[in-house]
């Protein structure tokens, strides 16, 4: 890459999202964000890793996210405070990773609602990958035991609660074309045409030498 230039990716469960983040960071020779996040936010704030990974689950289980009062603002609040490791605070520090990443390397970050979190940073492309439900299931099923109509319960819940989560902290509606550079159906396109779009999209938006 001849300059920094930072790529997220928001996905829908089943359409291979991550397995195209994973492919174009391979193919750029770049870094790839997803899991390893949260050793990095856990280093930034003193924060157990696990913490950050129980966030999402204890949200999803109390639904508090309905009601749509964590949108952030940007403030993180520092040991001694009460809120220090509440589930927002714990956003907070992780957008704060995000944003120290898209000032010091290119890389692919996976979810986070980093299309969000990064969206005034003009190095950043965003990107939404999706499919319709049969392809979803179809795909699903190649790392699930599950079947039948518990399959289709399983995506469609993963996808709910993807979707609540970006709405409860960016008060926007996660599957809105309009917060995106690219929308890709990965159904008729393909892993490896995704990721040719995208790096397509790169030299358009940033200079055919951008990935010399």
């Given at each position: 890459m001849?300059r920094?230039?930072v790529i997220t990716?928001e ?9 195209v ?9 770049i870094?790839y ?13 003193g ?16 639904r ?13 609040l520092?040991?001694g ?6 589930p927002e605070n714990l ?6 990773v995000?944003?120290k990443?898209a ?7 996976v ?8 969206r005034?940073?003009?190095n950043v492309?965003?990107?939404?990958v999706?499919?319709p ?5 179809e ?10 109509m518990e399959?289709?319960?399983?995506v ?8 609540e989560y970006y ?22 396109l393909g ?6 779009q995208?790096?397509?999209?790169l ?10």
């Amino acid at each position: 890459m001849k300059r920094n230039i930072v790529i997220t990716i928001e996905r829908l469960y089943g359409s291979g999202g991550r397995t195209v983040g994973e492919m174009l960071a391979e193919d750029l020779g770049i870094h790839y964000y997803d899991q390893e996040l949260v050793k990095l936010c856990s280093e930034e704030s003193g924060i157990a890793e696990e913490l950050f990974v129980n966030a999402d689950e204890s949200l999803q289980k109390s639904r508090i996210f309905r009601f749509g009062k964590g949108k952030y603002k940007g403030e993180v609040l520092g040991p001694g405070s009460s809120g220090f490791v509440s589930p927002e605070n714990l956003f907070n520090y992780q957008a704060k990773v995000l944003k120290k990443l898209a000032e010091s390397m290119s890389c692919v970050i996976v979810g986070r609602c980093g299309n969000f979190v990064l969206r005034e940073y003009e190095n950043v492309a965003s990107v939404f990958v999706h499919a319709p439900m049969p392809y979803l299931l179809e795909q699903a099923a190649l790392k699930q035991p599950r079947r039948g109509m518990e399959l289709r319960s399983y995506v469609e819940k993963t996808n709910e609660n993807r979707a609540e989560y970006y709405e409860y902290y960016t008060g926007n509606k996660w599957e809105r074309a309009q917060d995106y550079d690219l929308c890709l159906d990965s159904s008729r396109l393909g892993f490896d045409k995704c990721v040719e779009q995208i790096k397509a999209y790169l030299k358009i938006r940033f200079g055919e030498d951008i990935l010399g």
